[in-house]
């Protein structure tokens, strides 16, 4: 069984920074690929970014160079990061972890980023 909590989100003016956890647990060692996903109010859930094995990333155009995808690992708890810089009001969005496995997928339940203007 595999669980992915996220935290960090919140409300932020725009140009201001904000960085989402997602702790996950279970059978992590089985992970394909960890990501961002994002859903704006009224849109459907798009990719934000995408970590392909251990080092391989790929950012939605819209983030590029303002969000970084990073993962950590240790000896209990794997935790992925998303680091949003220069955020803009349409990053507003409830933001969620995925977690893929070669015949599975989780989803945390996630995380409300506010991007005020």
């Known amino acids: 069984q595999v669980h992915l909590v996220e935290s960090g989100g919140g409300l932020v003016q725009v140009g201001g920074s904000l960085r989402l956890s997602c702790a996950a647990s279970?059978?992590?060692?089985?992970?394909?690929?960890m990501g961002w996903y994002r859903q704006p109010p009224g849109k459907q859930r798009e990719m934000v970014a995408l970590?392909?094995?251990?080092?391989?990333?790929?950012?939605a155009d819209s983030v590029k160079g303002r969000f970084r995808i990073s993962r950590d690992d240790l000896a209990d708890t794997l935790t992925l990061t998303l680091q949003m810089n220069s955020l803009k009001p349409d990053d507003t969005a409830v933001y969620y972890c995925?977690?893929?496995?070669?015949?599975?997928?989780?989803w945390g339940q996630g995380t409300q980023v506010t991007v005020s203007s």
């Open positions: 995925n977690a893929a496995q070669l015949t599975a997928e989780f």
């Open positions: 279970g059978s992590t060692s089985r992970f394909t690929s």
């Open positions: 970590l392909v094995g251990r080092s391989s990333t790929l950012y």
